[in-house]
């Protein structure tokens, strides 16, 4: 039985592009597979405005604080994350006044650009220590930070914190006022993914 030339093209072609499809699918990975769980650790320099120049008055200071930190991200899902920091600003004091962030809140990050760059928005909740004047006193005080910053993935397991913004409220900081402190700073860092 003779069978068309016509018909064994059209077949022959139908199935190259099944077996197309099926080559194509088998080159990635299906992203509903891909494991989001993630956690990053890394380290940051900080320089920040204490909002306290002395005398028991919540004011701009004469020296900005400077002082290093470390963070860690939680991924669990892609809108789903968790960011831990502490800082240490204890460089370039101001007659003896340091400040310490103990910190931990959710992170959501807003997009990713170009597949590196990746703008954030956080909101942090935690405990900060402050060194008044000369060593005189000190305080424990809550502490809510807002902030923001990007990072940029620079290798499969290595990030940079090309910057990071934060603005605190520290309410009911000092037992005679009842005014708040409102440090705010920039931090930098790098971030190594460790699984």
Avoid at 33 to 53: K, V
Avoid at 142 to 171: C, H, M, N
Avoid at 189 to 195: D, E, N, P, R, V
Wanted: charged share 15%; hydrophobic share 40%; proline share 5%.
């Amino acid at each position: 039985m003779w069978i068309p030339m016509r018909r064994i093209f059209v077949a022959f072609w139908a199935c190259m592009m099944c077996a197309g499809s099926v080559a194509a699918r088998a080159q990635v990975a299906p992203s509903a597979t891909r494991p989001e769980f993630s956690i990053t650790a890394g380290g940051l320099f900080s320089a920040f405005q204490p909002d306290y120049g002395g005398g028991g008055i919540a004011e701009a200071s004469p020296n900005r604080l400077y002082g290093f930190g470390a963070y860690a991200d939680m991924r669990i899902r892609r809108w789903v994350q968790l960011e831990a920091e502490g800082r240490w600003l204890r460089l370039n004091q101001y007659l003896n006044i340091n400040q310490d962030n103990y910190l931990i809140g959710p992170r959501v990050p807003i997009s990713t650009y170009f597949g590196r760059v990746t703008p954030y928005g956080k909101i942090l909740f935690g405990i900060s220590h402050m060194n008044f004047e000369f060593g005189q006193t000190s305080c424990r005080c809550a502490t809510i930070a807002y902030g923001g910053g990007a990072d940029v993935q620079l290798t499969k397991r290595v990030s940079w914190r090309a910057i990071d913004f934060e603005y605190q409220q520290w309410p009911n900081w000092y037992a005679l006022q009842t005014s708040q402190l409102h440090p705010y700073g920039f931090s930098t860092g790098i971030g190594y993914k460790l699984f």
